[in-house]
């Protein structure tokens, strides 16, 4: 099924160029010159002064309460306001900004009067009242009588006429209310904001409520080019700030925190900030931050429903019942019909992966608002996301069919569509959901991988999650993208859910971007962990587990010691304990993210080497009893995080002495080294890369001196050292593919067969589709006498379905029946007989085996 | 008996029932090059069919008719001048003459091509030859299998125009439109005259196992430049492959020795194995209509039979050679 982006389409409508910035209706160019600059006090002295000028200039007044509201300075926005109707008792022109001041700070009976006064007196921007009140009536639950206050919109619109770019703006408002019960219309909200702007260029507030359209859609790119624009023209703009943190949020993009500080600058009591502020805070897990941002709005507007959404959110998270039903009640006793508040609820229970709950959370939007296609859709991506996926297909069938703009659940459900291409494996404790075109191949490797990590991790942690997990791998990854946050270019490589993990396939990604069984291993070790503490566990814990996890399981696997991580810990920028969820969710810096997981690591296996592993159970379990890490940590550990942090950095300090002290001449002497090389001067390159690699011996990035010096060995013909450049390569760094291989021919070379084929074996989690790699294994199977390697190897081969298929049928066949499997090679040399009737040496295997000849003597 | 006599016999001996079970006649026609290296390029793709038809197929020399860009070639003795349009009509004519209801008449076309119109054309000296320029020439065969292999250019066209019973075309682009110059011819021929198009492993290659190859090595040939794929061969029997599985030019590959197919035991062997094999054929025919356990039990009840047929075969055959 091919479902039409209507968005995109929208999209193609497009806006006008870059505005001119705001054009206000004194001072025109000073105050233009000032927004562009990001600086709102010159502008609002300017209109401060027009306005003690020209005391019955509507326009001047306005613009100057408008721009106090923008700003969050609603007390003086009331103030001109009231002014000036004091002085014009007979205007009906200001009463619709007083009733805009009065809705934003929560007074909305008489936000609801004034923008009545603000229609009936025909004010020049009653169509704006009109809007705003009706707004206000759904916000209060009062659908029909706001559905007809939007329909009159629609009429004025219908009716022709000049109509004003705010008006235009209005229309589009109301058509995106509307759009609820007929989705075209979100198609007439674009067409009547693009109006708007036609009118006006300089309206920057048209362009942000596109812009946050677009993010209701989850249409990201078109919201961040609408927002430049408005972002180019004023670079201050609050809300503008907000949204685009939104975006960057949405993109996984750096810098969330510090548009939303620099919104909070210019508008300290800017509700939209505040709130989105306390959704950060809570997916960092620091509920009480998170709660008081929301209590700050509250003082300001105590109805203010997104508030109360956050913080029934924040007091959730913390098992404050209580504090969570309070909330509730609050924001259901504004607006009985209040689907959003479970929506929001349900969103921010996703950004602390309580997925279940968000299911429960969404499923009471629905049952509040049959028309809530967000609601419909956050349950069906949370169905999918812990595996109930006929139900996860229903309810976004249901989102899409009530509003076809929204681009996360169209890609979810094109990627559904493609689902029946998937394979289905069942192992004792696993469905493994593998493509079609690679389920042959992959599904036996993954499946002997996961049944080995769930033995082990379940025996370690004490804890069997509940079977089957439902492990998918997807060939592209901007499948896995869609299936993990909706939208293609999520980095990640796997993700779990909990009962769910989603992993791009190796052939997702080039050859050496990573490996995929510690990917697999690292999420199987998130569902164990995340089970064990009921969801509980902090991101920087579980995360540190599944590293430290991945680095038990197999030598050279999991985040190794690199060099930004020694300039961090050098410089002191290492997160402290408190603060190391914040690495991972808001990251500062690029490599921040990477740095996390490594120390995230480090502070697992420290907490372990201090007080056993009995400790990190413990924690887990404290964590599960709904106690935060500074309360965990003194009553687990018997530590505080000071004490902790104090005691974990002077560990890592001295552990990692020795190239914290030669990090400027290792990078010296390494860059010298391979420069040589590079300059084909393999004997001067020696020394330099020798000396690098005893400066820095832990170093295994791609660069490293081990794999330079294995060439330059090799080179000399000293296979012996290159051979353990490699092995010491291979040790520390899991992607280098080039490395497995190269090591398994030295090893070969020089007669260690055993070695080598390990070396392959390894290869194989970073690579599996290499025919050669596959024919080498079954080679050293056969010398070895492993005939579970050979069938292993050879079973690979028929998957990676060749273009001579009967041979390497008959060559499973030949496997299967030294392996004794006589069954199993009888049922194999049929299949290649089956291609290929004639094939003389598949004949006289299958004679064999019908007289009983063949098998492991021969 | 003559060669090409033992060539036809050995052809009926063979193996699998074949579409043609009489004499091989082959036709290649060689156009313009425009310039002396296509030239050359096509004129050994030529050279190396018609040596893989002759020595390992059993074509008769007689039964081979080469047209190319000179007027004559002493050094090629199934030369038979410029390839024009008239020469390939007298050619063809010439083939409608000689053979026999049953027999395989083979055409193979090297060169250029355009489209004109929307109409492939394939470039000779003088004016250049349609699919309805062929149309009559075909006609002419009926009751002979024909197959015609366009290799050139802007070919596509041809297998729309000319397919028709007992016919297959094959095309080295899908449309007129794929006017790129076209690698299909060489890969096309390397199927007889090297190894590793014989998929089913039979000694034999069929043209269906032809086609397969070359188009694989196409595929394989175009990723290894790192170019996109720029003709996409057809294969047009009205069969779906069919017609094309049973059809070898020649014995397709396997031969008998004379001494060999005066053994009554030894043809009589191969007789049965030809039973199992049709028997073999029908079954996989029906396996959509069968349970999949009744399937395999059949299949390998055939498969064991026609094991011990190929068994017996090369018993009596190692007996009967020196």
């Known amino acids: 099924m091919s479902r039409p982006l209507a968005v995109a389409v929208l999209a193609g409508l497009g806006l006008l160029g870059g505005g001119a910035g705001s054009v206000p209706p004194v001072g025109a160019q000073d105050a233009a010159a000032a927004l562009r600059a990001g600086d709102y006090g010159p502008l609002i002295a300017g209109l401060q002064s027009r306005a003690r000028e020209a005391p019955r200039d509507a326009a001047v007044h306005r613009a100057l309460a408008r721009t106090l509201a923008e700003v969050s300075r609603y007390r003086e926005a009331e103030d001109a306001a009231r002014s000036f109707l004091a002085r014009n008792a007979r205007s009906a022109d200001l009463w619709n900004t007083l009733g805009e001041v009065l809705h934003a700070t929560g007074r909305l009976d ?118 430049a624009e408005v972002l180019e023209a004023n670079p201050a703009h609050p809300r503008a700030l907000v949204a685009m943190a939104r975006v960057r949020d949405f993109d996984g993009a750096p810098g969330v925190l510090e548009l939303v500080g620099r919104s909070l600058e210019v508008a300290p009591n800017l509700p939209e900030a505040r709130v989105f502020r306390s959704e950060i805070l809570t997916a960092q897990e620091d509920f009480e931050e998170a709660a008081a941002e929301a209590q700050k709005v509250l003082a300001l507007n105590p109805v203010s429903q997104p508030a109360l959404a956050v913080l029934a959110a924040a007091r959730y998270l913390q098992e404050d019942k209580a504090g969570f039903e309070e909330a509730k009640k609050r924001a259901l006793l504004a607006n009985a019909r209040n689907a959003e508040f479970y929506n929001t609820v349900a969103e921010v229970c996703v950004r602390n992966r309580l997925y279940a709950e968000a299911v429960e959370f969404a499923a009471q939007a629905v049952a509040l608002d049959p028309r809530s296609w967000r609601g419909f859709g956050i349950l069906g991506l949370n169905q999918l996301r812990v595996g109930r996926i006929e139900a996860g297909r229903k ?136 089970g064990a503490s009921e969801n509980e566990v902090p991101r920087w814990l579980g995360e540190g587990l599944a590293v430290l996890e991945e680095r038990r399981a197999r030598e050279g696997w999991g985040d190794d010691l690199t060099v930004e991580f020694l300039k961090a810990l050098r410089d002191g920028k290492l997160l402290p304990i408190g603060e190391l969820n914040h690495g991972f969710v808001r990251p500062t810096t690029p490599d921040q993210i990477a740095i996390s997981y490594y120390q995230a690591s480090l502070v697992a296996e420290w907490i372990e080497a201090q007080k056993g592993f009995g400790a990190v159970l413990d924690l887990l379990k404290a964590y599960r009893d709904g106690r935060a890490t ?116 030295l090893l070969e070379e020089r007669g260690d067969r055993r070695e080598a084929a390990a070396a392959l074996e390894r290869a194989l989690y970073i690579w599996p589709f290499d025919a050669a790699v596959h024919e080498r294994l079954a080679a050293l199977g056969g010398a070895l006498g492993d005939h579970a390697r050979v069938v292993r190897a050879r079973r690979a081969l028929v998957a990676l379905d060749p273009v001579d298929k009967p041979e390497a049928l008959y060559q499973l066949a030949l496997a299967l029946a030294e392996a ?33 000849t063949a098998g492991a003597s021969e | 008996m003559t060669r090409a006599a033992w060539a036809a016999l050995a052809a009926v001996l063979a193996g699998a029932p074949t579409a043609a079970a009489g004499d091989s006649h082959l036709v290649i026609v ?130 729309r125009v000319l397919a028709g019973k007992d016919r297959a075309i094959l095309t080295a682009t899908k449309s007129p439109m794929e006017g790129n110059q076209t690698v299909f011819a060489t890969h096309f021929v390397a199927a007889f005259s090297g190894e590793g198009a ?33 003709e996409h061969a057809v294969l047009e029997d009205q069969a779906q492959g069919a017609l094309a599985r049973t059809v070898f030019l020649g014995t397709g590959g396997e031969t008998l020795t004379a001494s060999e197919a005066s053994d009554p035991a030894l043809l009589a062997l191969r007789q049965e194995r030809r039973e199992v094999e049709r028997r073999l054929e029908a079954l996989r025919a029906r396996k959509a209509q069968l349970a999949a356990e009744e399937y395999e039990r059949q299949l390998e009840g055939l498969l064991l039979e026609l094991a011990l047929k190929d068994e017996a075969i090369r018993r009596r055959t190692a007996e009967r050679r020196p």
Not at chain 1, 704 to 727: F, H, I, N, T
Not at chain 2, 205 to 230: C, G, I, N, P
Request: net charge negative; hydrophobic share 45%; with cysteine.
């Open chain 2, 30 to 159: 060689v156009g313009l090059g425009g310039e002396k290296k296509l030239g050359d390029a096509f004129h050994q793709t030529a050279l190396a069919m018609i040596g893989a038809a002759e020595k390992k197929l059993g074509v008769s020399l007689a039964n081979i008719a080469y047209l190319g860009e000179k007027a004559a070639d002493p050094s090629v003795p199934v030369y038979r001048g410029r390839a024009t349009r008239e020469s390939v009509q007298k050619a063809l004519a010439s083939v409608a003459q000689r053979s026999a209801r049953g027999d395989l008449a083979f055409v193979l076309l090297i060169g250029h091509g355009t489209a004109q119109g929307g109409e492939s054309r394939f470039n000779l000296s003088g004016p250049d030859m349609s699919a309805a320029d062929f149309a009559p020439l075909l006609d002419a065969l009926a009751g002979r299998t024909v197959v015609l292999v366009n290799t050139a250019s802007a070919s596509g066209d041809f297998a």
């Open chain 1, 820 to 852: 004794g499997d006589a069954a199993g090679a009888r049922r194999e040399v049929l299949r290649a007989l089956e291609l290929a009737p004639r094939f003389q040496r598949a004949q006289e295997l299958l004679l064999r085996l019908h007289r009983g």
């Open chain 1, 395 to 530: 309810n976004l069938d249901a989102s899409f069919a009530g509003d076809p703009y929204n681009v996360w659940i169209k890609n979810t459900l094109d990627l559904l569509d493609t689902l029946p291409q998937y394979v289905e494996t069942r192992t004792p404790h696993f469905a493994l959901v593998v493509h079609g075109k690679e389920s042959a191949l992959l599904a036996p490797y993954v499946a002997e991988l996961a049944e080995e990590a769930y033995q082990t991790l379940a025996a370690r942690y004490r804890f069997r999650p509940p079977a089957p997990i439902r492990v998918e791998v997807y060939p592209s990854h901007g499948d896995f993208s869609v299936r993990t946050v909706g939208l293609a270019g999520l980095g990640a490589l796997g993700a779990c859910f909990g009962p769910v993990l989603a992993l791009d396939s190796p052939s997702a990604r080039e050859i050496g971007q990573f490996n995929w069984g510690s990917t697999l291993w690292h999420e199987l070790a998130h569902t164990i962990t995340m």
């Open chain 1, 110 to 227: 008489e936000a609801a009067a004034a923008y009545q006064k603000a229609v009936s007196g025909r004010a020049a921007d009653a169509l704006s009242a009109e809007a705003n009140l009706a707004v206000l009536r759904f916000e209060r639950g009062q659908r029909e009588e706001a559905e007809r206050g939007f329909e009159r919109l629609i009429d004025a619109y219908n009716a022709g006429g000049d109509l004003s770019s705010e008006d235009l703006a209005a229309v589009a408002t109301a058509c995106r209310y509307l759009g609820a019960d007929d989705p075209q219309l979100f198609k007439d909200a674009l067409k009547a904001f693009d109006e708007a702007i036609g009118a006006d260029p300089g309206n920057l507030d048209a362009r942000v409520r596109l812009a946050e359209l677009f993010l209701e859609k989850y249409n990201g790119s078109d919201a961040s080019a609408t927002l």
């Open chain 2, 198 to 230: 014989d998929a089913d492993k039979d000694q034999k290659v069929s043209l269906q196992e032809a086609f397969d190859y070359a188009r694989r090595e196409v595929q394989r040939h175009y990723e290894k430049q790192r170019r996109l794929l720029t």
């Open chain 1, 630 to 745: 500074a309360e965990a940590f003194p009553s687990v550990l018997a530590t505080t995080l000071e004490e902790f942090d104090a005691g974990f950095f002077a560990h890592l300090r001295q552990r990692y002495a020795g190239p914290l002290a030669n990090l400027s001449e290792f990078e010296k002497e390494l860059a010298a080294g391979l420069a040589l090389v590079n300059q084909r001067r393999p004997g001067e390159a020696q020394p330099r890369l020798e000396k690098a690699r005893a400066l820095f011996p832990e170093y295994g990035g791609d660069n490293s001196p081990y794999w330079a010096l294995a060439a330059v060995y090799k080179e000399r013909g000293d296979l012996a050292a290159a051979a353990e450049q490699l092995a010491k390569l291979t040790a520390i760094n899991e992607r280098h593919y080039r490395a497995h291989r190269e090591l398994a021919t």
